[in-house]
């Protein structure tokens, strides 16, 4: 997914400090490539299509390919089958992965990923530096994700808000109205009580940011906002890539919404973020740099860990929508109004 992919380019970025004359190869999924594209730590971008995956006589061809590369070094932070199977066609001496009993005999090195975060950056992204460590270590590594944006990207955001009338000097924020799927987005009226909420205390524009097959429920989140609140929300103005959208947002004041990728996306170009946990979702592992105003998160285990008990919110996923029920708008409208307040311009 787009966060992993972002999150695991640090160990490109970090290696490239280590191996200034190597060629960094980074093996993807075609969808995720916006969020490296630009990326001078990057030499070649391996693109894993979908007919390789469905395609048995496409994955041997692809798989040859690797082999015929000749790497001195593969890093596997996938963990899957299809990495699992690239590591060992690579031929190579050297490959690390995380460590996992059924398939460790196939790597050189592993490492166990951490239970709990030991920084602000969470575990996602202080277990990635942990499998860079079986192969390079340095003391001035950058735990950071960052997206390079061209002049031509912030140019097409400025152009695109300016033709839609929005003032340059206006309070502007990112919605990321729907998570990647039912069980990973705030419901419907709950969201449009939260926009009610922002535009009482900001009148600011919103922008809503979606994946066009979720146009229908985007509307649904809309037609359940308050009318004055309706006035503030821009739907001519969505993003139609993921380029797009960070284009927008590098002209926003800050992405609220679903944690996903969008959230991680905002944070690599250093947009102020308010992320809505959902309520199976380790926060741990991904609430990175939470500092209490540029980046703040909630998850109902904050506010109500009697829910949970002994359980991770992991294993709770498959109450996930009931949780939600439980999640309600006056749980986290103080900690949003106090983000506002701490980010106005």
């Not at 960052?146 to 808000?161: F, K």
């Not at 940011?209 to 821009?234: G, K, V, W």
């Not at 139609?240 to 959208?245: A, K, L, T, V, Y």
Request: net charge neutral; hydrophobic share 40%; proline share 5%.
């Amino acid at each position: 997914m787009i966060g992993d992919v972002l999150a695991t380019s640090i160990i490109c970025n970090n290696l490239r400090k280590v191996y200034p004359d190597a060629r960094i190869d980074y093996a993807i999924y075609p969808f995720t490539k916006p969020v490296v594209e630009g990326n001078p730590n990057i030499d070649r971008l391996v693109l894993f299509t979908e007919e390789m995956h469905n395609s048995k006589r496409e994955l041997l061809r692809f798989l040859k390919t690797i082999r015929k590369e000749r790497y001195d070094v593969v890093i596997d932070a996938y963990g899957k089958l299809e990495s699992n199977l690239m590591a060992l066609a690579s031929g190579t001496k050297t490959k690390v992965a995380f460590h996992k009993g059924y398939t460790s005999f196939f790597y050189t090195k592993t490492v166990r990923e951490l239970p709990a975060p030991r920084t602000t950056a969470g575990t996602a992204l202080e277990n990635r530096m942990n499998l860079l460590g079986l192969v390079a270590q340095r003391p001035d590594f950058d735990i950071r994700p960052t997206i390079w944006l061209s002049e031509d990207d912030l140019a097409m955001g400025r152009e695109r808000m300016a033709a839609a009338g929005i003032d340059p000097n206006a309070t502007v924020y990112m919605i990321g109205v729907i998570g990647s799927g039912r069980t990973k987005t705030y419901p419907t009226a709950y969201m449009a009580q939260l926009l009610d909420t922002i535009v009482v205390h900001t009148q600011a524009t919103l922008l809503f940011n979606y994946m066009p097959s979720q146009a229908a429920e985007a509307q649904a989140i809309f037609d359940a906002c308050l009318p004055a609140t309706q006035t503030h929300i821009r739907l001519d103005l969505i993003p139609g890539s993921i380029r797009e959208f960070l284009a927008l947002t590098a002209h926003c004041d800050a992405l609220i919404g679903n944690e996903g990728g969008a959230v991680n996306m905002a944070k690599a170009i250093s947009i102020p973020t308010f992320t809505i946990f959902s309520t199976w979702i380790k926060k741990e592992a991904w609430s990175s740099f939470e500092n209490g105003s540029t980046n703040v998160s909630i998850h109902l285990k904050d506010v109500k860990p009697e829910l949970y008990g002994d359980k991770s919110p992991k294993e709770m996923k498959s109450q996930a929508l009931e949780l939600y029920d439980a999640f309600t708008p006056d749980l986290i409208a103080p900690v949003l109004v106090d983000f506002l307040q701490k980010n106005r311009k």
